[in-house]
């Protein structure tokens, strides 16, 4: 096959679009132009001649000469605008935008067939880490049992540095938000919303479910207290934000996002800072353990490249678990075992507790362990948002 150079036409020059300039600068073996870069602010101070650049989006866009979009901005809506104009008008795109994927996944997968166009996206999960090929590629055959991890950096730093520090919540955000790992405006991150849009895009590769984000329940870290870190040492854990999605039978999937306990024994437990983990367990290759910076320019532009050099060589995801139809249903008739910290028992009875099996109450703190069902945590999602307390996956298996 006689390879077209690559002409890219690049959107967004901030961390990741400088670190994937980085890198693509630095690899020998593969090379491809930047033919122009769209950005937003015109009174950026650029770090390459301003000649590189355009204000208007249409300069790439319309340019017939360019065969490859990038799409690096911070916008999901003009990004999803840029990414499907694009490929309407047949060019393959690369994108790290994980909000607009998740939000958009079954169109953006039917505008890949109509259109014949390639939408690679694997820095949107996991940044660094390559889950979404492996799950096309690898585990194409494999009876996928279930796949968990840490998905988000931002709260991985800010759980470690609580554990480690013992210090307050806000003051942990603080420092995550001054050393550049959190947004000034963290909500994305801290109520787990990246986290759930990166485990719809991943459960639609392991899966071949295009699951709607509204779908599926959700919960952050914004609510953790102190007595949560000492009640996870004590017992000898470390709280993570774990996404999840596995089989409850042998068509249906459920999933969530919530923080687990993580014993010294697991994978999870060393994956700190910004370091993101993925563990899949499946009936033949068992137990598969990937890790990696989950954030990034340089390790999300590495992603990047990776997914420019795949679209060179005409690579396109099959959705292969999609085509195979294997998991037809989506539940969340499901049962967990959550440690729940409240402080009016009232509060608690919204739970719906099935079990308790261990019980706590002192003035200043009170909590219960026991069994609820996910469709309960998802019917109450709206008052969990105002909920004063904190829910804790304990991750125990129910029979
Ligand atoms: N940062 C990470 O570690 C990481 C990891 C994985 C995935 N991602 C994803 O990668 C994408 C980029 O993230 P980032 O951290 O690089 O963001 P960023 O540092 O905030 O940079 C955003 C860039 O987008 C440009 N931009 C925003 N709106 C635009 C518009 N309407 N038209 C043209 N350019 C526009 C900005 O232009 P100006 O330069 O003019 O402001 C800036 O260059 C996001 O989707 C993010 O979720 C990021």
């Not at 901030?14 to 690899?27: A, E, T």
């Not at 049992?145 to 942990?172: C, D, F, P, Q």
């Not at 899966?207 to 000898?236: C, N, R, W």
């Amino acid at each position: 096959m006689t390879k077209e150079k690559l002409r890219i036409g690049l959107f967004g020059y901030g961390c990741v679009g400088q670190g994937l300039h980085d890198v693509l600068n630095s690899s020998n073996g593969f090379k491809a132009d930047i033919i122009k870069i769209c950005v937003k602010d015109r009174l950026k101070k650029r770090r390459i001649p301003m000649s590189n650049f355009t204000f208007d989006k249409n300069d790439i866009l319309n340019d017939k000469s360019i065969n490859l979009i990038v799409e690096l901005i911070d916008d999901a809506d003009e990004a999803f605008s840029i990414v499907t104009t694009a490929m309407k008008s047949g060019k393959n795109v690369v994108t790290a935008n994980k909000m607009m994927v998740a939000k958009h996944f079954r169109e953006l997968v039917d505008l890949q067939t109509k259109y014949k166009v390639s939408l690679l996206y694997e820095a949107s999960a996991g940044a660094s880490i390559p889950i979404i090929r492996n799950l096309e590629e690898y585990y194409d055959n494999e009876l996928l049992y279930s796949l968990r991890g840490i998905l988000n950096g931002t709260t991985n730093y800010i759980l470690t540095k609580m554990h480690n520090e013992g210090i307050e919540y806000s003051v942990a955000l603080k420092g995550a938000q001054e050393k550049g790992f959190a947004e000034s405006d963290p909500t994305l991150d801290v109520q787990g919303w990246d986290a759930k849009y990166k485990l719809c895009i991943i459960t639609g590769h392991a899966y071949g479910l295009f699951l709607e984000p509204e779908e599926v329940f959700h919960y952050g870290i914004s609510t953790i207290s102190k007595f949560d870190i000492q009640y996870a040492k004590e017992k000898g854990f470390k709280i993570k934000l774990v996404p999840y999605v596995g089989k409850t039978n042998d068509n249906t999937i459920t999933s969530f996002v919530l923080p687990r306990f993580i014993s010294s024994d697991k994978y999870l437990y060393n994956v700190d800072n910004e370091y993101n983990g993925v563990i899949t367990e499946a009936a033949f290759a068992d137990k598969q353990f990937f890790s990696g910076k989950g954030a990034g320019g340089h390790a999300t532009g590495s992603a990047v490249l990776s997914d420019i050099s795949a679209n060179s060589y005409g690579y396109r995801y099959e959705y292969k678990k999609h085509q195979q139809g294997m998991v037809t249903n989506y539940t969340r008739n499901h049962k967990l075992e959550i440690y729940l910290r409240y402080n009016d028992e009232k509060d608690k009875e919204l739970f719906g507790f099935e079990e308790v099996s261990e019980y706590f109450s002192s003035r200043f703190y009170k909590y219960a362990i026991g069994i609820v069902n996910l469709e309960r945590l998802y019917t109450i999602r709206g008052q969990l948002r105002s909920f004063d307390g904190f829910i804790i996956n304990t991750g125990r298996r129910l029979v």
